[in-house]
């Protein structure tokens, strides 16, 4: 059963912090990180879901067709812009794909299908551009360079977050009465892949399992379920966890982040493990400033707020833990395994 939610994150008080958010929101509809600075369509994707969750469905539609509008003829997007122009031309297969999870997630808020016919043609032509990077073995490459060409490695974090946007394109095909056999059956591929050879994965520096991510994503992003995915997390607690603080980012860095911290709620909430899961969400209260906005992190051992920046993302991703344990709320319906996933 879930618990019943912490009063420093229901809806009333996390109503600030999905105000923080959209106040940075441009006029085109794109979502920076911080005022004036950098959008990547991952990060913006979760900030259209937080402002969602904060019934503000007319500013994250209007996110969304934002990367609509933005597209490029290939079905990609590029890895981040600002004011309005490219900034990294590369492209990452993870954050392509995301637009899926988005919009799947729109809808479960809404519940429009006429959104979802309308994201339909975004949606699939950049599921199709991804799965143009698998390599040998259903794996998913990392990007492609500003030339076009594929660097040949695979991420952990990256696979799990495309594994779930292909899962959220079909649910989206399912809806509209489309037929996509090929991306189910390299769903499937991809699953087993990060299930079974671990040594076609490798971290950004190749210094392998020492980044939070790489540990609880597969079973954030349900790669891995049941006590697969419950022994993956508990497996990995002593390592990353810091009692009463949060999760660190990596073991390299001594460094508690919000963002990490609130995933890591997610995924624990995602294989029934709530309690647990609303203990790690209470801790992320330390990081917050009297804005409603969170603060990226804290560094040890002096438990120092660092840097001084409140990405709108980070932010994002406390909003998304905390409706984690709402029940039948749209992340709980994108997500979580113990119950209904349609509206």
């Given at each position: ?45 979760e ?56 919009v ?124 697969d ?16 603080l ?41 990081m ?43 992340t709980?319906?994108?997500l ?8």
């Amino acid at each position: 059963m879930k618990p019943k939610l912490y009063d420093n994150f229901s809806k009333k008080y996390l109503d600030p912090t999905v105000a923080s958010i959209v106040a940075i929101q441009q006029a085109d509809g794109s979502i920076p990180w911080l005022q004036g600075g950098t959008t990547d369509p991952w990060t913006h994707v979760e900030n259209a879901m937080a402002i969602d969750i904060g019934n503000c469905h007319a500013e994250a539609e209007r996110a969304y067709d934002w990367l609509a509008a933005i597209q490029l003829e290939d079905g990609s997007w590029y890895a981040s812009y600002k004011d309005g122009q490219p900034l990294d031309t590369s492209k990452l297969s993870h954050v392509i794909s995301y637009i899926a999870v988005g919009v799947w997630h729109h809808y479960l808020t809404t519940g429009d299908p006429s959104f979802l016919k309308k994201m339909w043609p975004t949606v699939r032509s950049a599921i199709d551009f991804v799965l143009n990077m698998r390599g040998p073995n259903g794996e998913i490459y990392w990007a492609r360079d500003s030339a076009g060409i594929i660097y040949p490695t695979a991420l952990i974090s990256s696979c799990s977050s495309t594994y779930l946007s292909i899962k959220s394109a079909l649910s989206i095909a399912s809806v509209l009465g489309e037929e996509r056999n090929y991306w189910k059956e390299a769903n499937a591929t991809l699953a087993k892949a990060l299930q079974k050879m671990p040594y076609l994965f490798d971290s950004p520096q190749e210094n392998k399992n020492t980044f939070a991510m790489d540990w609880y994503y597969p079973a954030m992003c349900c790669v891995i379920n049941g006590n697969d995915a419950r022994q993956r997390l508990f497996s990995g607690w002593d390592k990353f966890v810091i009692d009463g603080l949060g999760s660190l980012c990596s073991l390299e860095q001594k460094w508690v982040t919000a963002a990490e911290t609130s995933e890591l709620a997610i995924a624990l909430a995602v294989h029934g493990e709530y309690k647990h899961s609303a203990t790690v969400l209470s801790w992320i209260h330390q990081m917050r400033d009297d804005d409603g906005a969170y603060w990226y992190g804290m560094a040890l051992p002096k438990k120092e707020i660092w840097p001084e920046e409140k990405p709108t993302w980070t932010s994002a991703a406390v909003v998304l833990a905390a409706d984690m344990l709402r029940p039948m709320s749209p992340t709980s319906l994108l997500l979580d395994h113990h119950g209904p996933v349609t509206p």
